[in-house]
């Protein structure tokens, strides 16, 4: 072959490994954070994480979990970044060497729904008065039932309401799915849940359903991101992960925060503090 015909097809070799290089090195920008349901079934995740790669040309893969199972999956290593919403959960992670850091990101409520009509007398600010009338009038309830930050927030207040309501009776009724499942199992039952209100403004079946305790200081729910710690993980993809959290607790994305919006009613209020 001639000279100048073998460094031709040479030059065409390397161009095109180096075609096919760059969307292999492009294919490997992506980050996995596994989150809890309520931040993807909200419709947030949809609205943030664009953005996010528009910016920094880093996708997000999104495994969307309860908090506990998403916590049981940054442990194994299975994601980069964990982002839920169950703090002392969260600083255990960080206290047993699985994560690097805790972020406080951004917080919304939890809400009681029920019946419009409200058999039980539920409806007001107090949770625990709410959940103590539910049980005597042994009202259906759907829990989900699945070790995520709601679930656990609900354990709280039965507990508050010095009741154990597994021992209650066939009006509780523990689904083990998430949040968008176990409304609409509410829906069909007529029964009250407790969700939170990102999910609950996103949620359209409704039926009859309608947010009868709000405004208790116990409702308050806070949403946490944390780096899985690379040094018990050495897969993690770090310096991306960080990335990710930078851009959540920077301004930019605090303001990307509080512009989601579900019928002109923001979802989420973004509170960046110091990591804990």
Do not use: C
Request: aromatic share 8%; glycine share 10%; no cysteine.
């Amino acid at each position: 072959m001639p000279i100048l015909k073998r460094r031709t097809l040479g030059a065409l070799l390397v161009a095109a490994g180096a075609a096919l290089a760059v969307p292999a090195q492009a294919a490997d920008r992506f980050i996995t954070v596994a989150s809890t349901t309520s931040t993807e079934q909200s419709g947030l995740f949809d609205h943030l994480l664009p953005l996010f790669t528009q910016r920094t040309g880093i996708a997000v893969r999104v495994v969307a979990q309860g908090t506990g199972q998403a916590l049981e999956t940054a442990r194994r290593g299975d994601a980069d970044v964990v982002f839920v919403h169950d703090a002392a959960a969260e600083r255990k992670f960080v206290d047993d060497g699985f994560g690097v850091k805790r972020h406080a990101v951004m917080y919304n409520d939890f809400v009681l729904i029920g019946p419009k009509t409200d058999p039980a007398g539920a409806a007001g600010k107090d949770i625990a008065a709410a959940l103590r009338k539910v049980a005597e009038a042994k009202a259906p309830f759907a829990s989900r039932g699945d070790d995520s930050g709601t679930h656990r927030a609900e354990l709280r207040f039965w507990k508050d309401a010095g009741l154990d309501p597994k021992t209650a009776g066939d009006w509780y009724k523990e689904t083990g799915s998430g949040m968008g499942p176990t409304l609409n199992t509410a829906s069909a039952m007529d029964a009250y849940v407790l969700a939170d209100r990102g999910t609950w403004l996103n949620f359209r079946n409704r039926g009859d359903l309608a947010v009868l305790v709000e405004g208790d200081k116990r409702l308050f729910n806070q949403y946490g991101v944390i780096l899985v710690n690379p040094a018990r993980h050495p897969h993690v993809k770090a310096d991306m992960g960080r990335t990710f959290i930078d851009w959540l607790v920077s301004k930019d994305g605090q303001a990307a925060i509080a512009s989601y919006t579900i019928g002109g009613e923001r979802v989420f209020f973004p509170n960046a503090a110091p990591a804990s």
